[in-house]
């Protein structure tokens, strides 16, 4: 398998807390402001929840990103913890063979 997991997989709350420090907010000026609910936007940053398509479409406006940006740490910090658990059994794969282009729908 070429994915390796990080070495400590990184949550999305780290740069949401990142986020909200840099832009001198508070976590209860960001739920209130962005129309999420504060507990939501405490266990984000504690690392007991994740971020939905719908937080980060608000996450974007909020500060001015994409919303894929937020989407993105999300699934990447999924994924990791995926291949953890189940990568050996990704290992044992063996992937059909690439007989043509794929057809991506054009």
Same mark, same amino acid.
């Given at each position: 398998? =070429?994915?390796?997991?990080?070495?400590? &997989? %990184?949550?999305?709350?780290?740069? /949401?807390?990142?986020?909200?420090r840099? +832009?001198?907010?508070? &976590?209860?000026?960001? @739920?209130?402001?962005a129309?999420?609910? /504060?507990?939501?936007?405490? @266990?984000?940053?504690? !690392? +007991?929840?994740?971020?939905?398509?719908? #937080? @980060?479409? *608000? $996450? !974007? *406006?909020?500060? !001015?990103?994409?919303? #894929?940006?937020?989407?993105? $740490?999300?699934?990447?910090y999924? $994924?990791?913890? @995926?291949? +953890? !658990?189940?990568?050996?059994? $990704?290992?044992?794969? %063996?992937?059909?063979? %690439?007989?043509? &282009?794929? #057809? =991506?729908?054009?």
């Open positions: 398998m =070429n994915s390796r997991p990080s070495a400590h &997989p %990184v949550h999305p709350g780290g740069s /949401l807390a990142d986020a909200i840099d +832009r001198g907010t508070t &976590p209860e000026r960001l @739920a209130a402001e129309g999420l609910k /504060l507990a939501h936007v405490r @266990a984000v940053l504690a !690392g +007991r929840s994740g971020l939905s398509a719908a #937080d @980060a479409l *608000r $996450l !974007g *406006r909020y500060f !001015g990103t994409s919303p #894929d940006y937020w989407l993105n $740490l999300q699934a990447a999924e $994924l990791d913890l @995926a291949t +953890r !658990g189940i990568g050996p059994e $990704l290992d044992r794969i %063996v992937p059909l063979p %690439v007989v043509g &282009p794929l #057809d =991506n729908g054009e």
